[in-house]
């Protein structure tokens, strides 16, 4: 992905790409939140997925996500990011080196961020990084095992985010999500 030129969004107006269909405190509900990619592809089968990128994973280097985080903010005043990676933390070690680089550049004091990923792809450490380096979120998605609300509630307390609405599925128990 790094043959990748950033998008050049000096081209578009962005207050006509107001509506996000996902949530509404995603992309481009005002002008300073944008949507970033650091990696394309998953590996997973998941039955309700399209997996838009194909199961093959492709990532950008840390160093190049930071700088176009920078050029945002800078030309942009970008305040909120999105990460629209299909999981955000399939390489936990790149995931810990991308959060890394946007602490040391003091790039955590300027904006906050989101991504979608699995918990089963997250550990203390990861999770303790990601939440230093500006993560947010305020919606969690879990099955009705037990298994997986316990991890699901795990994370919660470690990001200290134990009080956001979770929503739980039957169509998320491993039986019926994955192919
Ligand atoms: S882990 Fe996420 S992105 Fe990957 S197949 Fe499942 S739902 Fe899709």
Known sequence: MDTL????????????????????????????????????????????????????????????????????????????????????????????????????????KKISWSCATRVDKLDKEVLMLMKNAGFEFDLAFTSVLKRAILTLWFALQEMDRIWIPIQNSWRLNERHSHR
Not at 10 to 38: A, C, G, V
Not at 76 to 99: M, S, W
Request: glycine share 2%.
């Open 5 to 108: 030129p950033m998008p050049a969004w000096h081209l578009f107006d962005l207050k006509k790409y107001k509506e996000y269909p996902f949530r509404d405190k995603m992309i481009n509900s005002n002008p300073h939140e944008f949507l970033l990619q650091t990696t394309r592809g998953c590996p997973y089968l998941c039955k309700f997925c399209s997996r838009n990128f194909g199961n093959k994973v492709r990532q950008k280097s840390p160093n190049i996500v930071v700088e176009e985080i920078a050029v945002l903010i800078n030309l942009f005043n970008a305040q909120y990011l999105l990460f629209a990676d299909e999981t955000f933390t399939i390489n936990k070690e790149y995931t810990k080196k991308l959060c890394t680089l946007i602490i040391e550049r003091g790039l955590n």
